[in-house]
């Protein structure tokens, strides 16, 4: 059982920037691919950006060139950094990851991001 804890939302003029973080219970070392999602009121959940144990990154098109995905195997965490945001960047983000272990995909409870002037 792997937990998972975001951090790092918050309230943001357009333009702006912030940093998630999500800090995993156990060694990240057999987790991938770990990822972020996010999920805007009144639609689906979609996948933000990817990154791989071999540091392989994998973004949505809309946020390629404004986000940046990173994991720190030393701290556990994966991390989103989001830079020149957008009112349509507004939703819950969720951290995910996969165990390369047993197949097991987990979640995080969620951090709203709010762009808004």
């Known amino acids: 059982q792997v937990q998972l804890v975001e951090s790092g939302g918050g309230l943001v003029a357009p333009g702006g920037s912030l940093r998630l973080s999500c800090a995993a219970s156990?060694?990240?070392?057999?987790?991938?691919?770990m990822g972020w999602y996010r999920q805007a009121p009144g639609k689906e959940r979609e996948l933000v950006a990817t990154?791989?144990?071999?540091?392989?990154?994998n973004y949505l098109d809309s946020v390629k060139g404004r986000f940046t995905i990173s994991r720190d195997n030393a701290k556990n965490t994966v991390s989103l950094q989001m830079n020149r945001l957008k009112p349509e960047d507004t939703a819950v983000y969720y951290c995910n990851v996969r165990s390369l272990v047993s197949g097991m995909e987990y979640w995080g409870k969620g951090t709203l991001v709010t762009v808004s002037s």
């Open positions: 990154v791989t144990r071999i540091g392989s990154t």
């Open positions: 156990a060694s990240i070392s057999s987790l991938s691919p």
